[in-house]
């Protein structure tokens, strides 16, 4: 089975300074890659999402962005972060080929954004 | 546009008591569901899931899940809670119309958070 490693767990950053949060994944090849942020009272919120290599799509326009260099990882970015970012931020994976749509979520980073 | 109702924001329980978490979705099309459980400090990670079938579903910890199709609904039940359950809850669905594009995207509710007292 699949397992997703995240890091950093927690982060705390100035506004305005740069992001890069980091997800792999093993135990499974050419992954669904997404992430996801989740805000208390709000659930979770796609904010990127992979299908491959390369291949990014973003659900919410805003100041983050996504890429995706290798086939098991993914990664978000910003090259300025708002106060608004602040968030607890959820990599998950699929395999299309595997059980059938179910994702699964790595442990989290909990960005604070001061 | 889709989305997923989650019509308690927070519900509080004595151990033993019976629970019940709404869920309702908004889609006309097919759809699978699913019900994803956050202990605290832990993984989101799934609980239970409809696809087919049955439209009651039988998950991890005594939950169980209703699909009623004419409802819309998913309504997540567990007769006997214990301090153990205590985590946030998530409804989610998926639309059989995102299969072609291999996307899997799924739809999240807002969440429940579930607190159990000893």
């Known amino acids: 089975s699949q397992t997703i490693h995240q890091w950093p767990a927690t982060l705390v950053q100035p506004v305005g300074s740069p992001l890069s949060l980091e997800c792999t994944v093993e135990g499974t090849s050419n992954p669904n890659l997404y992430w996801y942020r989740q805000a208390a009272g709000r659930g979770l919120q796609l904010l990127f999402y992979?299908?491959?290599?390369?291949?990014i799509s973003s659900e919410v326009p805003q100041n983050l962005s996504a890429s995706r260099p290798q086939d098991r990882q993914f990664i978000l970015s910003s090259k300025k972060l708002l106060l608004s970012d602040s968030g607890f931020y959820l990599c998950a994976c699929l395999n299309p080929r595997g059980a059938w749509e179910t994702q699964y979520f790595g442990p989290g980073t909990r960005l604070l954004v001061l | 546009a889709q989305s997923v109702s989650q019509h308690n924001h927070h519900v509080i329980l004595s151990e033993a008591a019976s629970l019940e978490l709404g869920c309702n979705y908004s889609y006309g099309g097919t759809v699978n569901l699913f019900w994803y459980v956050q202990y605290p400090g832990q993984h989101l990670q799934l609980l239970l899931k409809?696809?087919?079938?049955?439209?009651l579903v039988k998950g991890i910890k005594g939950f169980e899940a209703e699909f009623i199709k004419s409802k819309f609904s998913f309504n997540l039940r567990k007769p006997s809670v214990q301090w153990s359950d205590t985590a946030e809850y998530f409804c989610a669905f998926y639309r059989e119309a995102d299969r072609g594009s291999t996307l899997g995207r799924l739809y999240f509710g807002r969440g429940t958070q579930l607190t159990v007292w000893p």
């Open positions: 409809y696809f087919s079938g049955d439209p």
């Open positions: 992979s299908v491959g290599i390369g291949q």
